[in-house]
């Protein structure tokens, strides 16, 4: 019934590891987001990929790799975590080439570094 | 680079009354223009869309005006509910290359008191 999934919901871990964050989309969509969320609650698109492509990839430490195996997922992956990366990782989702632009967001992954 | 501004970070009002949430922004009007709501531990929620060539678009108690000339969306709920207590984003919808891509506001949090 989940639209947008994401796993997992927390994520506690120190500084220097490498972790992964995972995104599903069952609405069919072609086009998926990572944001991030931070303490000020501004939401700020990271990457977007359309049908596995990269499309938007804004200026985001290259420590962040997100990778799309399919239409519907889309992962994060991190290495050397730092204490700045504390926040909340927000997938989205929405169907290009239509006047519906609206996104479709997942619950949130909340990251934080120690 | 776009800018945009939502009025006061918190807004509280009385039940009942109607709620006007501003969203100002700097540089070119975007085609389309989203608000969106998000409550504490979720993702934000679309709830409307309104287009360039629009005034004003409605749903239910909801309303949305957008004046390209101002580089300002209005967004009204009348009759408010303590229901309708969140944070509400507007996001212009631009588009970037071969993409769209939203830029969100840092949002307006709204709490309506019984």
């Known amino acids: 019934d989940t639209a947008v999934s994401q796993t997992p919901k927390y994520l506690v871990t120190q500084m220097g590891n490498d972790k992964s964050i995972k995104c599903e989309q069952n609405l069919g969509h072609d086009t998926m987001y990572w944001y991030k969320q931070d303490s000020k609650k501004f939401l700020k698109i990271m990457f977007s990929y359309n049908n596995k492509e990269l499309i938007i990839n804004e200026t985001v430490p290259n420590r962040f790799s997100p990778k799309s195996p399919d239409k519907a997922h889309l992962n994060l992956h991190i290495n050397s975590l730092e204490l700045g990366d504390s926040a909340v990782y927000f997938c989205?989702?929405?169907?290009?080439?239509?006047?519906?632009?609206?996104?479709?967001f997942g619950p949130g992954t909340r990251l934080t570094v120690t | 680079s776009q800018k945009i501004e939502q009025n006061s970070e918190a807004l509280n009002i009385q039940e009942g009354k109607t709620a006007t949430l501003t969203c100002n922004y700097t540089n070119y009007s975007p085609a389309y223009l989203q608000w969106y709501r998000q409550d504490p531990g979720r993702g934000p929620v679309f709830l409307l869309l309104i287009r360039e060539n629009e005034k004003e678009k409605r749903k239910e108690r909801l309303k949305v005006t957008f004046d390209t000339t101002l580089k300002q969306s209005l967004f009204h709920i009348t009759a408010s509910q303590p229901a309708d207590s969140a944070t509400y984003l507007c996001?212009?919808?631009?588009?970037?290359?071969?993409?769209?891509?939203?830029?969100f506001g840092s949002g307006t949090q709204l709490t309506v008191l019984p």
């Open positions: 996001a212009l919808d631009m588009r970037s290359g071969s993409a769209r891509q939203l830029t």
């Open positions: 989205a989702s929405s169907q290009a080439g239509t006047r519906k632009t609206e996104q479709y």
